[in-house]
């Protein structure tokens, strides 16, 4: 509230001095600052009994949020959810077990209105291994009704609390340990809408970001556990949207056309990092931040806190992929933080003169084809491992990961990048040092078909042992060059040794 509004509803006799020295308790008060001050419906508002018949609440399952509400009085409604503990794929090929609320990580977006008083079942599926509850930030009341909802597997709780403030609130387990249960995918979104509800837009989508740890690397094929050390040093292996690698990409990817207007509802489960949320090569008309009453306009990129949320309105005037991301970069590139909202209608010279954005920042991530690796690290894992199998699956890995340099079709680029394909330099080498260029990176003069380069080629420190070896016996039996095959195994043994001095650092 502005000084100057005090100092009038003082001068009036309608506020105590109190409330401007901060210490005002009760509601009394609060509800005269609402009625007065420009945002009348910040503050908590009790809108009296539930009133009609009670509703059994519609739940979104991610991406997508529940139709607006129209009613125009509080309502009693009924929220079932059930905790389901599930194994899912995090990233191509590679699974985890998830602990859910309803299936989904995230968890069914919850959408009420504010006064509503809400009647909540929390159900433990009979399958389930761990007792689990939920936190609301929505909820006036201790633990956000963690206290009163914890369930043991095959069991259900109820309570119930009135949705007093509006906003977008984070929801989570809470039950110990709490970081390994947020971890697994226990967080969701519970949007309280203001009585007179929130602008209409074309389109609604519902992201939350989360922060993963895997014993495994990025990408390392096969079913991964969790790691608590990783946890507690929060170092994440994967930063996600919608709880994998590829859930906002190619088929998956949130979609609107030209001319209309999009609302994201962003949420952050956490456990551990904040987001810089940013959609690449779009501005944001408005930003609600930290899912609260007030706006910020012309966005760029925005903090969502761990267990906080944001909405975030804008207009698509120009077609194209626009890509979500934690601006953290290294998250969005290397730990799958990366989401696409794919703009499609007739072009605007006049904002934007044409080239996509794909192949500037998505690589392979546009079109992900990922399957080739996967069928790779399957067949591998059962001993069926054929030289087509990683020629198919090095062939998608090498377009995301060396084709930035050494192009495509294996050429290079004149003077900058020497070429892989027909490069004598790569015949005559053996296979230890083959794979330790990969491994290291290379540094220093070499020369390639006559050409001489002295330039610093990065360790590719991000790939698996398998996916080195399906990288390098792809570029083996590709473009004229000799052929051969490289596994997993030599590939290990050359990780194991040093590098020698020659490669670099
Ligand atoms: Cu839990």
């Not at 971890?183 to 922060?211: C, F, R, S, W």
């Not at 509802?265 to 009453?293: C, M, Q, R």
């Not at 020369?447 to 590719?460: A, F």
Request: hydrophobic content about 40%; aromatic content about 8%; proline content about 8%.
């Amino acid at each position: 509230m502005s000084r100057l509004l005090a100092t009038v509803l003082i001068a009036a006799g309608l506020l105590p001095g109190a409330v401007l020295a901060g210490k005002a308790t009760g509601t009394a008060p609060l509800a005269i600052v609402a009625a007065a001050s420009p945002a009348p419906l910040a503050a908590p508002v009790d809108f009296g009994p539930p009133q009609g018949e009670p509703i059994h609440a519609v739940l979104g399952i991610p991406p997508n949020v529940p139709e607006p509400i129209h009613r125009n009085y509080p309502a009693k409604v009924i929220v079932d959810l059930e905790v389901i503990e599930k194994e899912m794929p995090i990233s191509e090929g590679v699974t985890y077990t998830y602990w859910t609320f309803g299936g989904t990580v995230p968890g069914s977006f919850i959408r009420v209105r504010q006064g509503d008083t809400v009647e909540f079942h929390l159900k433990n599926a009979p399958d389930n291994k761990m007792p689990h509850n939920i936190d609301l930030h929505g909820v006036t009341g201790p633990g956000g009704g963690a206290a009163s909802s914890f369930t043991a597997p095959g069991h259900e709780s109820q309570f119930t609390f009135k949705a007093l403030n509006a906003g977008l609130y984070v929801y989570h387990c809470a039950t110990a340990p709490v970081g390994m249960h947020v971890a697994n995918g226990m967080y969701g979104l519970i949007l309280v809408e203001p009585p007179q509800g929130l602008p209409k837009v074309d389109h609604e989508y519902y992201v939350m970001q989360g922060d993963f740890y895997t014993t495994g690397k990025y990408r390392e094929k096969g079913h991964q556990p969790f790691d608590m050390d990783k946890a507690i040093e929060e170092r994440p292996t994967y930063v996600l949207f919608n709880g994998r690698e590829g859930s906002l990409t190619g088929d998956h990817a949130l979609t609107a056309k030209v001319g209309e207007s999009v609302r994201l509802f962003v949420g952050n489960g956490g456990p551990n990092l904040v987001s810089s949320f940013h959609v690449i090569g779009e501005i944001f008309d408005k930003v609600y931040y930290e899912g609260g009453t007030h706006a910020q306009e012309n966005v760029q990129t925005t903090l969502i806190p761990a267990g906080g949320a944001m909405m975030a309105e804008f207009h698509v005037d120009v077609p194209g992929s626009y890509v979500l991301v934690d601006h953290s970069i290294f998250r969005a590139f290397n730990k799958g933080a990366l989401g696409i909202l794919k703009v499609d209608g007739p072009e605007n010279k006049a904002i934007y003169s044409g080239k996509e954005v794909d192949s500037v920042y998505l690589g392979d991530r546009a079109n992900p084809n990922l399957h080739a690796v996967a069928t790779a690290a399957k067949a591998n894992a059962s001993g069926t491992l054929s030289k087509d199998d990683q020629i198919a699956a090095g062939k998608q890995l090498f377009t995301g990961t060396c084709s930035v340099c050494h192009q495509a079709n294996g050429e290079g680029l004149s003077g900058v990048f020497p070429p892989l394909a027909k490069s004598d330099y790569l015949a005559k080498q053996d296979k230890d040092h083959l794979i330790g260029i990969p491994l290291h990176g290379l540094t220093g003069k070499v020369t390639v078909n006559g050409k001489e380069y002295d330039s610093v080629m990065p360790p590719m420190s991000q790939l698996t042992d398998d996916e080195v070896a399906n990288i390098l016996t792809y570029v083996l039996n590709s473009w004229g060059n000799p052929g051969g095959q490289v596994s997993k195994e030599e590939v290990s043994k050359v990780r194991a040794t040093p590098a020698p001095a020659a490669m670099g650092h």
